[in-house]
């Protein structure tokens, strides 16, 4: 049996891919090690945000937002999806200054985006501290539960053909298709590497390397929070290139949990709690918002996201390669940009427009680290 595509990776980025690619009217076959959803895209928050950290992650954080909007109706309950918005927070005037910054960019992308002063942000969030500047109060973004989101888009390739085989490791991708642990070779006409943190061992053209997280998750305290709330200064830890951050960083949850973030660490590989980093993580949240102290954790966890030199992803045909491309990389967007990763890749195979020009995130671009 040959495949039109095959696709080593189920995570939500090989997940959307398959979607697309199999609502195309490809023959997809989805290759995965482990199951369904249980590398990075497991430990990820599931916030769907605008980032503008640089023009061409705006462009893809912006389309990808827009996608996930009109999907949202075609979700199922337990995908979770609410459209809460994200409020920057503020904490002094310096920060107000890139509130106002940050504000004009977004209205400027057609992104509805507001300025709360201190004493908005705390009629909207009434749980913060005192004393904070404002925010900006993005409304377009949202929160799904990512897990539910990649099965659901698995199912739906399947619906369409596609073929999803689970415990099977690759080991080789070629033009010519990919081999396996066990020695079997399958032929597709198109390879495509979504093997997240793992996409370096298979292509060694991509570099890509583990930045480690920790979440942490409340029991249920329905109405704590509303938004999804981060501190202006995240965007430091985010993009930053220090060995070690954290920030304030938490989510609502339609359960009534709260998802508490979140961290940042290069060079580690051991995927164990560092307790000393989820008290910087915790004591952070508690600056700004102390009563967070009185609720209860239930579970903490780590993840490692898949990073790349110039913090964005890997999109499209691979250097030297005729048929094999990558879609890979994505650090901490890959929930919200999956979908318009795999709509920018499906153009590219299928030799259509994109919506938004793919160069940014060829893996063939140049690369200047940040
Ligand atoms: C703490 C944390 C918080 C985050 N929060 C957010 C957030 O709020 N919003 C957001 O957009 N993103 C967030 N992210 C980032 C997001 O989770 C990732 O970018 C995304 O999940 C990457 O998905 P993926 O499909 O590329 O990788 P993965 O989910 O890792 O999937 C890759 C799959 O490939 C499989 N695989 C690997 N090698 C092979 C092989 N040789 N053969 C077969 N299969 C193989 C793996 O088993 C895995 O299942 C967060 C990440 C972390 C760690």
Redesign the pocket.
Known sequence: MSYDVAI????????ACAASLSASGLRVLV????D??????????????LMDDSEAQLALTGYSRKLWNEFAGELPPEAEYEHCGTIWVAADEEEMLEVRRKQSVYTEHGSDAVILDAQSLRAVEPKLREGLAGGLLVKDDSVVY?LCATRFLLDRSVRYGAKVRTG????KISDDGVTLEDGEVIAAGVTIN?????AG??SPELKIVKRK???AITERYPNFVRHQLIELSYLKSAHGSDSESVAFNIQPRRTGQILL??SRQFGIESDEIDFDILRQMTGRAFEYMPNLKMLSIVRVW?????ATPDNLPYIGKIAGYENTYA??G?????????LGTAELLTSAILGRKPAIPIEPYLPSRTITEH
């Open positions: 080593v990776g189920a995570g939500i980025v090989g997940a290759l995965e090690s482990n369904i959803a249980t590398g990075t895209t497991a430990a990820g928050m599931g916030h769907i945000v990512q099977v490791r690759a080991v979504a093997a997240g943190t793992a061992e298979l997280g920790h979440l973030g979140s780590t993840g490692f996201r898949p879609a890979c994505h650090e901490g967007l890959g929930i919200t940009t999956s």
